[in-house]
């Protein structure tokens, strides 16, 4: 695992990053108590990590103490690779041992988010993970500073600096992004500061803003906050949507002139660490990380602007379904075919395995052990966090899995894609060393959207009436809508206000609001007259989050591509496409990402993926029309 690619997911993706996996996946109100009759482990074992909170106390402090020491290798270093190895173990056991105080950290806030005990367990953590990137700041800096020719003749003479050589290759390949010590350590300890506009964010959004309250047209009161927003933008009747959109964004609309500002300041912020690294721009920065072509991002917004049609043809086919003459904005979010089709645990296991049967032998055996033994925490109660996650850097354990798990098929869908990931972190962990055994998020994505579209296919083959072909195919529909094409809408939304700061142009609440627009018009047809949009719903992008992440949605758009290039291949039976995507797996984190897609025969910088993903849309809707034209 890259040192500092370890601090930065686990000090933020217990908080966001993993909370954001399943955008595509819905994370609603429960409307009803799932069934808990099942004899399929339900809640988790956490004393897999520590036995006790005493034991979690007394690694805390023995990796706490230890922080002092790292800092003793800084002056020797670079002198032998004997020096280097020790060193680089050192920092690696350490980073090792905190993911897994981290792990058990979250995972308990998780399970109850009122706990005063728990939520300060995870403030250590945090604070734990801040003092150890900071008492490691120092070695990007000192590798780059010696010959880099000691530096390779050092891992060729040593066979046990393997395990550290894509780590230290890509040390040197950032060699003229990469500051002085002095710097950056400075810029390690602003991180707190330069982060400071999302937490800004979070606290107005979260708990300062006064949300309005609506009654619908069954006399139903709703406080419309932005889980009733999540519930209720779906509404049965046609007025009671409109309702919902028109009060919930001319409230947003009340707050963009702060909201503008902050995210300007945080893109501001992105543009000036980018400056600062020597990037000619702060796309090319962001990508840099991952060793990523700028033509994977450029292409997808390509080929999806190319691929607009198959959109529009969507939108058509859904006012058509709908009966709705002229569509609407907030016309996108009900069920094309509703479904009362109960998915209880022990289903969702069921399904998922069978459905996942072409991944063969090893993945299997992985799966069904996971399925088996107490990883899951699956059902949802009071206080416990909202939505789906798997966390897998405890190396030396497992993975752990948490679902709100509710019977319906989102409920399914979320299974299976929580245990792509699960079974992609126990592959990688057994094929790698620590070093190397975490994957990027450029492909754990692909890992578990693979599963939703093998998922989708089995339950087609055998729905046992149109109608019910009609749900599982709407689903899929409405699942390639909101991964592909709406988060590339928001991936050149981002790319957009990022050069416009590059260029020096002023960001203003009223103006992103103008941007947002324009970009929503076009992805929707307004022009064409495909699907209205009203101006007041420009106000959209000051409620997505992930604007804060700095070019990170892109990757749902491109993971859902890359999983439907995959998926398509395993269905038509190719031969070695499933040991390919195995392969991929068990890469983990031991080259870049790009370069181990290319070995599996997948260029993300190529249009081929995008357009898979738009030929299995039109597939879809294919299959659709055939049954409504009956």
Request: glycine share 6%.
């Given at each position: 695992m890259l040192i500092d690619q370890i601090f930065t997911l686990l000090t933020i993706m217990p908080q966001r990053l993993l909370f954001v996996l399943l955008?595509?996946?819905?994370?609603?109100?429960?409307?009803?108590q799932p069934s808990q009759d099942t004899n399929t482990p339900v809640v988790w074992d956490l004393s897999d990590l520590y036995a006790s909170e005493e034991d979690w106390q007394s690694a805390y402090t023995q990796i706490d103490e230890s922080l002092s020491s790292l800092t003793e290798h800084k002056d020797t270093l670079t002198n032998s690779s004997t020096a280097l190895l020790a060193a680089m173990s050192a920092i690696g056991n350490t980073y090792r041992a905190i993911s897994r105080l981290y792990v058990y950290a979250s995972t308990t806030n998780d399970e109850d988010q009122n706990l005063a005990e728990s939520q300060e367990r995870l403030a250590k953590a945090r604070a734990l993970y801040s003092r150890l990137s900071e008492a490691t700041s120092w070695i990007e800096p000192t590798l780059l500073a010696a010959d880099a020719d000691d530096i390779r003749s050092y891992l060729a003479a040593e066979p046990d600096l393997a395990e550290y050589d894509h780590y230290i290759d890509d040390i040197l390949r950032n060699k003229d992004h990469t500051l002085s010590a002095q710097t950056e350590n400075v810029l390690a300890a602003a991180g707190i500061v330069l982060g400071s506009p999302n937490e800004i964010y979070e606290l107005l959004v979260n708990a300062d803003i006064e949300w309005p309250t609506i009654t619908?047209?069954?006399?139903?009161?709703?406080?419309?906050?932005?889980?009733?927003?999540?519930r209720y933008r779906a509404a049965e009747n046609r007025d009671d949507r409109k309702l919902v959109f028109d009060t919930f964004w001319s409230k947003w609309d009340q707050f963009k002139d702060s909201l503008g500002m902050m995210l300007a300041t945080e893109v501001n912020a992105n543009t000036m660490l980018a400056r600062v690294r020597n990037y000619p721009d702060t796309l090319t920065s962001e990508l840099s990380s991952e060793n990523l072509p700028s033509a994977v991002y450029t292409t997808l917004v390509k080929?999806?602007?190319?691929?607009?049609?198959?959109?529009?043809?969507?939108?058509?086919?859904?006012?058509?379904?709908?009966?709705?003459?002229?569509?609407?904005?907030?016309?996108?979010?009900?069920s094309l075919v509703s479904s009362d089709k109960v998915f209880d645990l022990e289903t969702s296991r069921a399904l998922t395995v069978a459905a996942l049967q072409p991944f063969g032998g090893e993945y299997l055996e992985h799966l069904e052990r996971g399925l088996s033994e107490n990883w899951v925490h699956a059902y949802p109660s009071k206080g416990k966090r909202s939505g789906a996650y798997m966390n897998g850097s405890a190396y030396d354990v497992h993975p752990y899995v948490l679902l709100n798990h509710n019977d319906d098929f989102n409920a399914l869908?979320?299974?299976?894609?929580?245990?792509?990931?699960?079974?992609?972190?126990l592959l990688a962990n057994k094929a790698q060393p620590y070093s190397k055994a975490d994957y990027s998020t450029f492909i754990a994505e692909m890992a578990s959207q693979i599963n939703e579209i093998l998922l989708e296919e089995y339950l087609l083959q055998r729905a046992a009436s149109d109608e019910e072909r009609l749900?599982?195919?709407?689903?899929?529909?409405?699942?390639?809508?909101?991964?592909?094409?709406?988060?590339?809408?928001?991936?050149?939304f981002e790319?957009?206000?990022?050069?416009?700061?590059?260029?020096?142009?002023?960001?203003?609440?009223?103006?992103?609001?103008?941007?947002?627009?324009?970009l929503l018009k076009t992805y929707h047809g307004h022009d064409e007259g495909v699907l209205r949009i009203d101006d007041m719903y420009a106000n959209e992008w000051a409620y997505i989050p992930h604007f804060y992440y700095n070019f990170y949605v892109y990757q749902y758009a491109t993971s859902i591509a890359g999983a439907a290039w995959f998926a398509e291949k395993i269905i038509d039976g190719e031969e070695g496409i499933s040991e390919a995507f195995i392969d991929v797996l068990k890469a983990g984190g031991s080259d870049y990402p790009h370069n181990i897609l290319m070995k599996a025969g997948l260029d993300m910088s190529s249009p081929e993926?995008?357009?898979?993903?738009?030929?299995?849309?039109?597939?879809?809707?294919d299959r659709m029309e055939s049954i409504l034209n009956k």
């Open positions: 955008l595509c996946i819905s994370s609603t109100p429960l409307l009803s619908l047209s069954d006399g139903t009161e709703v406080y419309l906050d932005q889980a009733a927003y999540t080929e999806v602007n190319a691929g607009l049609p198959t959109l529009h043809r969507y939108f058509k086919l859904r006012a058509r379904m709908l009966e709705i003459d002229e569509l609407a904005y907030y016309d996108i979010y009900p869908s979320t299974y299976a894609h929580e245990w792509g990931h699960a079974v992609h972190s749900f599982y195919l709407g689903q899929s529909l409405e699942s390639m809508r909101g991964s592909f094409y709406r988060q590339t809408m928001f991936a050149e790319a957009e206000i990022h050069a416009a700061v590059e260029a020096d142009e002023p960001l203003t609440g009223s103006g992103l609001t103008d941007r947002y627009l324009k993926p995008y357009r898979a993903a738009i030929a299995r849309m039109n597939s879809i809707m």
